[in-house]
């Protein structure tokens, strides 16, 4: 394991603050965010979104995988984070957020989704793989 690695995993914000320009990997492929927000630190992961790169949450989008919590969804918002990408089972943020019953989320990112253009906005009726849309959740 790397410091950026240990700082992940035990919170250790000073650390993770001077290494986090590294994008280092774990033994198992797993980046420092991606261990962060495993080991529910939050705060680490907010400090990911303000001083990494936006390419780092496409894909299998990691803010559907942790309460996207206001202050997380505000710092995405300025690094151009697009709320609108899916895992690969289908879900976005959106979902993540209705799931762990984030109300202020779920508020923020319907708010988000009014401001889009109408060929970018999210389908709110749109199904994952499972076959669930948000209002099913």
């Not at 996207?68 to 505000?74: F, R």
Request: glycine share 6%; charged share 25%; hydrophobic share 40%.
């Amino acid at each position: 394991n790397t410091a950026l690695i240990a700082g992940a995993r035990n919170g250790s914000k000073e650390v993770v603050e001077l290494l986090l320009k590294a994008n280092v990997n774990d033994k198992d492929g797993k980046t420092a965010l991606q261990i962060a927000v495993d080991n529910n630190n939050l705060e680490i992961a907010e400090l990911f979104i303000l001083y990494c790169e936006a390419s780092l949450f496409t894909g299998n989008n990691l803010l559907i995988y942790i309460i996207p919590t206001l202050q997380v969804l505000k710092g995405c918002l300025k690094r151009n984070v697009d709320f609108s990408l899916k895992n690969d089972a289908g879900e976005t943020a959106l979902h993540s957020a209705v799931v762990r019953g984030s109300a202020e989320s779920v508020r923020f990112l319907l708010d988000w989704n009014r401001k889009q253009p109408k060929d970018k906005r999210l389908d709110l009726e749109d199904v994952d793989k499972n076959g669930n849309s948000i209002f099913h959740l």
